[in-house]
């Protein structure tokens, strides 16, 4: 875990974008981070924007069958989920985690964000801005540093982008899309048994 003063990262999501999860793996490459979160190998491929629109056309955006794009930026490689939250599951992330570090970024319309960094396979500090601030995990106050100056505060409500913020200032975490002919791999995300899901916002 560093700190960074790099150029914020994550403008992309300070646009209007409605719902995504993105699953964060330290050190870890396209291929390998995909498998971890269970990627159905028979969709794994590598495609352009226009591949991806041709191959999953309507499903992009499914929710039980998430279709992720991938990239790396710096020691980090992303999952992009526009559909879905496998992310969030703990086995998920666990797995994701395991012998590195993983960060799992969700928002939606609600409006709410989620956050959840993970070590190892265990979950270190995991909260969600629907309800004020209340950190969870094996150390919850891990992240503190970071979160008391962006005004993420236990018993308060979450400044505007404070999510965003902590992302890129505690990891140097960043996104970059694909541009229209660049290839990335991405693929189809298995379905999550519905009954053993560990988190639920409804």
Not at 77 to 90: F, I, K, M, P, V
Not at 109 to 115: G, I, R, V
Not at 121 to 129: A, L
């Amino acid at each position: 875990m560093t700190s960074t003063d790099a150029d914020r990262g994550l403008d992309h999501f300070r646009a209007d974008i409605p719902f995504y999860t993105l699953t964060f793996g330290k050190g870890l490459s396209p291929t390998e981070l995909l498998t971890r979160m269970g990627v159905d190998p028979h969709s794994l491929a590598l495609r352009d924007p226009a591949d991806l629109n041709d191959d999953f056309g309507d499903t992009l955006l499914d929710e039980d069958e998430p279709v992720v794009t991938t990239g790396t930026d710096g020691a980090w490689t992303w999952a992009w989920e526009q559909g879905g939250s496998h992310g969030l599951d703990r086995r998920v992330l666990s797995t994701v985690s395991q012998g590195t570090e993983a960060v799992v970024l969700h928002y939606n319309e609600k409006p709410m964000y989620w956050f959840k960094y993970a070590a190892n396979g265990d979950i270190v500090v995991d909260f969600h801005t629907l309800q004020p601030i209340g950190p969870t995990g094996s150390a919850p106050q891990r992240l503190d540093e970071f979160m008391r100056p962006l005004g993420l505060v236990p018993g308060q409500p979450a400044p505007s982008y404070s999510v965003l913020d902590l992302a890129e200032n505690a990891f140097g975490l960043r996104v970059t899309p694909a541009g229209d002919d660049e290839k990335r791999w991405s693929g189809s995300l298995r379905p999550l048994p519905e009954q053993d899901r560990d988190w639920d916002w409804d």
